[in-house]
């Protein structure tokens, strides 16, 4: 051993040869790229072993690294200016040398046995070499002006070798980069729900490129987060919509030219303005209050006697049902309830379609159906739901028509799908007591001022009205979220397909999942027309 290396771990007292540190740190480089091909083949250049990269010592079970090997030179000394003396080895030559120069000897001694330089050609000659040289002079058949080409050649195919073996090493480092930073950037994405950028990034891939999406295999948190974001976008931005609308009326140079009427008009425009960015704030206020996590509420109980309600969820809901009657109110009958539309099939459907591929790109062990669970699905849905009954019915039909569905709920009379039953929120709570005596309560203020003129086949008219709207909602709900699942799973399913296709194409086609899938690019070009309408049409 002529140049003694340790670990570099200071209680280490083991030292190897520099070649042997280097063959351990290669194989545990190796190992951990999978038993890379590209794995460097010489010890002696520790430029071709990724610095990054660790094994653990032969003697004290330590990591180390190729940066971390120290050269101990009192060993070296000790080596070279010891006495004792050893024969050579080779036979022939029986030279007696100190073993600090046993080595330096053995460079030079005539009886080494060496094979021919060109025995990776061909040639199988093995002597001494004291008889080498006349061997290349005279028996070699690589002598003369074909030893030279062959000379070149080896060179060159060497120098060639030792670059793809670095290329490869630096390949295999900047791989194993890749994945540490793309874990890093779901778990980033998962820690932050409110990156709405990230989750726009997110729902493009899943849509059009299924096969090479960013939330492939990742867990339940993070795809219920990209949920929650995707019910609550459009609302909120229809909420954006009605306040920079109000700010413009409100700004505008001709308001000195208006009339008392329409003045008071301006002014109803703009309290509706104001009062739905107010519920907009007020929603966002909840779900930031409630820091539990994307999938529940916190529950709160009042003196031990009441049973515990999720109050936020409840009056996030409100608040989301009073946004979009604030909405319609503000932009008409007509032009509200399409917009009202245009939110419902954004919000349901197009989050429906995006959970749907999410979930099918989970591992089996995690694939649950997140959009169902997500906190924001009760408060959305019961805000769209019943913000178009308050508009299209007034106050006492509304709450009758309410107040049966919730009966023949709790008659077992109709399924829960009819009643959308996991976004009613705080209404299954109420007992079927305090319902009829509601119903009860809202019939008599409701058509009190009308008791001379008002026929029981009006309020019967008003009631069947009501209820058909509360029941148009729920099916709409229902049938954009069974839609949403089923174009889902076949635009994944043909993502698979083009991935399977990409693949038989083989490693000069290019990068796979290059072609978007035609299910993915017709949903996000509808819902996106759609969601700018909400936001600024």
């Known amino acids: ?57 032969p003697s004290c079970r330590s990591s180390f690294s190729s940066r971390s090997m120290s050269l101990d030179d009192d060993m070296r000394r000790e080596i070279r200016d010891c006495e004792t003396t050893a024969t050579c080895p080779f036979r022939g030559c029986g030279a007696t040398l100190r073993i600090g120069s046993l080595v330096e000897h053995e460079r030079a001694c005539p009886h080494v046995r060496l094979a021919c330089r060109y025995a990776d050609w061909g040639c199988d000659w093995v002597g001494t070499r004291k008889d080498l040289t006349e061997h290349d002079a005279t028996s070699c058949e690589f002598r003369g002006g074909l030893g030279a ?10 120098s060639t070798r030792m670059t793809m073996v670095r290329h490869g090493a630096r390949i295999d480092a900047a791989e194993a980069m890749i994945a540490v930073q793309s874990r890093r950037i779901l778990e980033g994405r998962a820690r932050n729900p409110w990156n709405v950028l990230d989750v726009l990034s997110l729902t493009y891939e899943a849509c059009l ?30 909420a954006l919509n009605v306040a920079f609308r109000g700010m413009r009326l409100l700004s505008g140079s001709h308001i000195r ?31 930031l209050l409630d820091s539990r996590g994307p999938f529940d509420w916190t529950i709160y109980n009042v003196r031990n006697n009441i049973p515990g309600q999720p109050m936020l969820r409840d009056l996030a809901g409100v608040c989301m049902a009073q946004l979009h009657f604030g909405a319609i109110v503000f932009f008409g009958l007509h032009p509200g309830i399409m917009l009202w539309h245009f939110a419902a099939i954004v919000t349901v459907f197009h ?67 009819v009643t959308v039953e996991e976004t009613e929120c705080f209404l299954p709570h109420f007992g079927a007591g305090l319902l009829i005596v509601v119903a009860g309560l809202a019939t008599a203020f409701g058509y009190a001022s009308e008791l001379d003129t008002v026929s029981w086949r009006a309020i019967l008219l008003d009631w069947a009205f009501s209820l058909a709207t509360l029941g148009y ?21 043909m993502g ?34 759609l969601m700018l309408f909400i936001a600024a049409g």
């Open 209 to 238: 490129f299924p096969g090479r999406s960013a939330m492939r295999g990742a867990p339940p948190s993070a795809r219920c987060v990209v949920s929650n974001t995707l019910l609550l976008l459009p609302s909120l931005a229809l």
């Open 351 to 417: 989050s429906s379609f995006v959970s749907c591929v999410v979930e099918k790109l989970a591992p089996p062990s995690s694939a649950t159906q997140t959009l169902k669970t997500a906190r924001a699905w009760p408060v959305v849905v019961f805000g769209l739901r019943y913000g178009l009954l308050a508009v299209m019915c007034d106050f006492a039909p509304s709450v009758n028509a309410v107040v049966t569905l919730r009966l023949l709920r709790k008659m077992d009379l109709v399924s829960p799908k």
């Open 496 to 529: 698979n397909r083009i991935l399977a296709q990409s693949q038989q194409q083989g490693p000069d086609a290019g990068l796979p999942f290059i072609k978007p899938t035609v299910i993915g690019c017709s949903v996000c070009g509808v819902c996106s027309f």
């Open 149 to 158: 080409l062959t000379e070149r050649f080896r060179q060159h195919d060497a």
């Open 257 to 287: 030219s208006l009339s008392e009427d329409d003045m008071w008009f301006l002014v109803d425009a703009i309290v509706s303005s104001c009062i739905v960015s107010m519920l907009g704030i007020f929603c966002v206020s909840c779900f």
């Open 473 to 493: 909602a729920n099916a709409l709900v229902f049938l954009l979220d069974a839609a949403g699942g089923i174009f889902g799973e076949e635009n994944f399913h």
């Open 1 to 57: 051993m002529e140049d003694p290396f340790g670990c570099g771990n200071r209680p280490c007292s083991g030292r190897f040869c520099r070649p042997c540190l280097h063959r351990v740190l290669r194989q545990s480089v190796v190992a951990t790229n999978n038993g890379a091909s590209s794995a460097p083949t010489s010890t002696d250049d520790p430029l071709l072993l990724p610095r990054r990269n660790s094994a653990r010592c």
